[in-house]
């Protein structure tokens, strides 16, 4: 009998089948929610907590920040609400992607269920492929350090600096506060899954709370209601002036649409605890479709806001935060240190968020043992949740926050979150149509498997033929989203407009390069388990 994972004990064991012998097993069930509860993980996340898991993912800094990015390099009004509205027809195209794997493997670990559907042979070289960015990146690490920036900040606008307590010490407040964010993330999560969802279910409220103060600042400019001095900015005076100044260079228009992408990232955020989700496939459509419709009216409430209150000029040099322009033409400038606050909830909202989905993600790989250690990383001690899946991730985040000092090696480790991610949202997307093709061709006939090749959850034979067959939208959902990312993964080859350069002294291209060598150290780590496997 095969040796499994026993979601009871905390260990593997002979008599609970792996995902994989589930797969082979006679006696396995063809429906996706009969699948999920193979995977013998406790039902704890409703509607409200995925949309709040996807959301919070979503909406971190980006669009308190990107904005002026977008509209200083398109030139014009019209450019930058129009690459806005691109990258969330991208978004709604990958929630589709995302629904349709979701719902054919409801599983924990996202991605690295898809990648093991397309491609089981060689033998767990894509689950390996998939664990080398997942385990060795610092996912929080970024947003931690962004939440203890602005909360230091919101707290004394005007700190004292020292050699001790300035950024560059490795015991800075801000690495220490970081640090304690993270921390509390760990144990919260890791002790009890019910308050872990209900704090972040809270920080995504208090998030929305937030975005409607500023969608509201902006509707107050729009009636004039600016502070005393404060000339209006009449950036939607006419159909000329909304696209006046428009950059029509392509490297430039590809930039604008590169930084929107990103600004949606995290739809997918939902797809890593589907093991854990009441009525998965109904949840994940209803909460990702949500999350990301409310993000997107968010996203164009809050650029117009901004353009309400402010010249384009003001914009495009308000350094690193547009939104401090809007609270300041609006409140004034002590209003800006509310501002801090809002900016480091909205973060720590992502940073719970990110950890939560992680968490999973190593101990699903701990459960494969593709990982080291990997009883230990794929324990539920002691309480069910995955402390010690939440504790890796934690580590690696500790790693680059307190051992690589400031500069561009900081800079590129956290760079790295973004570019694989890419590359692996393509390789599931053209795999999806090659799928979507096959079950058109056999939609007359009685089987739609992709043959032996493809043993992961073969029973089901895609969960069974009672699934419809993927319509032609989901066909062009997945065509978008696919060569979206595409676009993703080769723009970081193309030398960025002046003043957008990644790092000081690195070369532009050191991110996409750092991408394709995380799945060399994965690469590597397969060859050299096999060959001591074969030992």
Known sequence: MALGWDASSGKYSAEQASISTIANSSEALATSESLSQKTGMKK??????????????????????????????????????????????????????????????????????????????????ATTLFASQAVLI????????????????????????????????????VRLVAFACLTSTLFLHGVSVRAGLRVQNILGFTKIGILIVLVTLGILALKGQLREGVEKPRNFESWNKIWEGTNTSGTVLCSCLYQALYGYVGFSNANYSLGEMRNPT??????????????????????????????????????RLVAAVLFRNVWGPKAERVLNAFVALSTLGNVYSVSFSYGRVNQELGKDGIIPFGNFWASSWPTGAPLAGLGLHWLVCMIVIFGIPEGDAFNFMISLTSYPMAVINGVISFGLLYIVVRRWSNSGANSTSLGEETPLL??????????????????????????????????????????????????YWAQAVGGWGMFVIGYLWWVYSNTRTRL
């Open 44 to 125: 704890q996340i409703s509607t409200v907590s995925a949309l709040f898991i996807i959301f919070n993912r979503m909406v971190g800094t980006g669009i308190f920040a990107t904005p002026s990015v977008i509209l200083h390099l398109g030139g014009s009004v019209g450019i930058s609400l129009l690459m806005w509205i691109l990258g969330a027809i991208v978004a709604t195209a990958g929630l589709n992607v995302y629904i349709v794997w979701g719902s054919w493997l409801p599983l924990n670990g996202g991605e690295k269920n898809y990648l093991e559907y397309l491609f089981p042979k060689p033998t767990r070289l």
């Open 138 to 173: 610092a996912w929080g690490a970024g947003n931690s350090l962004v939440f203890a920036e602005y909360a230091l900040a919101a707290w004394n606008p005007h700190p004292s600096v020292n050699p001790v307590t300035s950024p560059s010490s490795p015991l800075s407040p």
């Open 282 to 319: 109904r949840t994940l459509r209803v909460a990702g479709t949500l999350a990301v419709l409310t993000v997107t009216v968010f996203y164009l409430f809050c650029n117009v806001a901004y353009l309400a209150a402010a010249s384009k000029e003001e914009i495009t040099s308000s350094g």
């Open 458 to 507: 073969s029973q089901a034979r895609l969960l069974s033929n009672d699934l419809p067959i993927p319509t032609s939208s989901v066909f062009l959902a997945t065509l978008v989203f696919g060569f979206a990312n595409v676009f993703l993964v080769v723009v970081p080859f193309l030398r960025p407009p002046k003043g957008l350069e990644p790092f000081r002294d690195l070369p």
